[in-house]
């Protein structure tokens, strides 16, 4: 609405300025001869027929139309096919200011729309003479193309400013296992971003369900679950599921083989330090060698010690996670 009456005042300064420069007054200028007297008010004639022509379009919600940008040069022989439909661009926007009569959008640039092309470019002070290969008269090239296209700038300042709703960043969900002590009753650690509550499954060396964990509480990024039934010696299949689906997967041991105290990953591998990575932003946030536990864990600290700011970590070569503070 604001764009609306905006423009209608501009319209309607703009046709009193003409009739003011071009009203012809006989008793004070007697000495003007006719032949310049029907020049002035043919002018007039056409300014009033282009505000006419804008108010219209106005009111039917067309006024974007008022403007055009072209990139092609656009002259008699030329059409739609040749240009990527510029000629029917060009030809809505001189129906739209008044100057293109001849009432039908061919997409070919003919005799009619060269003198509409010629009539916008004396209306606007262009070229008021001479033919397309001299000055240019009738020919859309460079300047005029130019002139055109800020109609486009003046049209968008007059419109209110448009907001777009505010929007949180998304976290894209990433779950870890960090590590699983050697006991009957182990205890299970792990980091989450995207989620606040996991669960996981406990699978026998027979396959089948040998625990099942319940919903656990995801809190500054890590979690942690003590499995209360006794595991008998073996090696077990941990999973992890967020809203029923599969988002981390784990083996570990179960058994006097295992040295007391050590992680199942431990037992597995040793104990493997990699190097590690965090970024925030564009800037090094930590790096060295670690577990990957505890990269995981130096993390998920990167991420609560910061608001809004991407956070990316990797361990040995590999990204495990990337995203922001879902609390931010």
Request: glycine share 10%; charged share 20%; hydrophobic share 35%.
């Amino acid at each position: 609405m604001i764009f609306r009456i905006s423009s209608f005042a501009s319209i309607g300064i703009a046709l009193i300025m003409a009739i003011s420069v071009y009203g012809v007054s006989a008793p004070a200028h007697a000495e003007t001869n006719d032949s310049s007297q029907s020049e002035q008010i043919q002018k007039l004639l056409l300014i009033i027929q282009q505000l006419q022509a804008q108010i219209a379009a106005l009111k039917s919600g067309t006024g974007v139309s008022e403007c055009v940008q072209l990139s092609r040069s656009l002259f008699i022989g030329t059409s739609d096919g040749e240009t990527g439909g510029e000629v029917s661009k060009l030809q809505k926007f001189l129906k739209n200011t008044g100057h293109y009569t001849y009432g039908e959008v061919t997409g070919f640039f003919g005799p009619a729309t060269e003198q509409a092309v010629q009539a916008w470019q004396k209306a606007n002070g262009l070229v008021t003479s001479g033919a397309p290969e001299t000055t240019g008269f009738g020919l859309v090239g460079p300047s005029t193309r130019a002139a055109m296209g800020k109609l486009c700038s003046s049209i968008v300042s007059e419109r209110p400013e448009e907001r777009l709703p505010e929007t949180k960043p998304e976290t894209k969900l990433s779950v870890s296992i960090s590590s699983i002590s050697n006991s009957e009753n182990p205890v299970v650690r792990g980091t989450a971003f995207g989620t606040t509550i996991v669960g996981f499954a406990v699978a026998a060396p027979s396959g089948d369900k040998a625990y099942g964990s319940g919903d656990i509480a995801v809190e500054n990024n890590a979690w942690s679950h003590k499995i209360h039934d006794d595991l008998a010696d073996g090696i077990y299949s941990l999973i992890v599921y967020v809203d029923n689906k599969e988002v981390a997967k784990k083996k570990f041991m179960v058994g006097s083989d295992t040295p007391e105290g050590s992680t199942s990953t431990e037992a597995e591998n040793s104990v493997m330090n990699a190097e590690y990575e965090i970024t925030a932003g564009e800037d090094m946030y930590d790096s060295g060698k670690a577990t990957e536990a505890d990269a995981h864990a130096r993390c998920a600290t990167a991420v609560n010690a910061t608001v809004l700011t991407r956070i990316t970590c990797s361990w040995d070569g590999k990204l495990f996670f990337s995203g922001t503070n879902p609390k931010g």
